[in-house]
């Protein structure tokens, strides 16, 4: 089993910045990728921001330009720079591992931290 704690989320004024932390522990050996989903009510989860082992990146087009994803493999951490935060950033995001031990793929979710972007 993997265990996900994310960390940093709040309260922020538009234009603003917040920084996400998620740190993954346990049986993490296999994990390859690592990212953000976010939902809000009523919508379906979608993806931020991802980052493989190797560093490859995805980004949501919505985010480019002002997210950046990093990632610790020593560390088991990934992190999610957040600037230029807009309203419609508003939505709870998840920490997500996706665990590869072959032939089977697991995936983990975090609890959720709530991001609100608000005047």
């Known amino acids: 089993q993997v265990r996900l704690v994310e960390s940093g989320g709040g309260l922020v004024q538009p234009g603003g910045s917040l920084r996400l932390s998620c740190e993954a522990s346990g049986s993490i050996f296999g994990i390859n990728t690592m990212g953000w989903y976010r939902q809000t009510l009523g919508k379906e989860r979608e993806l931020v921001a991802s980052i493989t082992s190797g560093g490859i990146t995805n980004y949501a087009d919505s985010v480019k330009g002002r997210v950046t994803i990093s990632g610790d493999n020593a560390k088991s951490t990934v992190t999610l720079q957040m600037n230029s935060l807009k309203p419609e950033d508003t939505a709870v995001y998840y920490c997500?591992?996706?665990?590869?031990?072959?032939?089977?793929?697991?995936?983990?979710w975090g609890q959720g931290t709530q991001v609100t972007v608000s005047s």
């Open positions: 997500h591992a996706l665990k590869v031990v072959v032939p089977r793929t697991y995936q983990y």
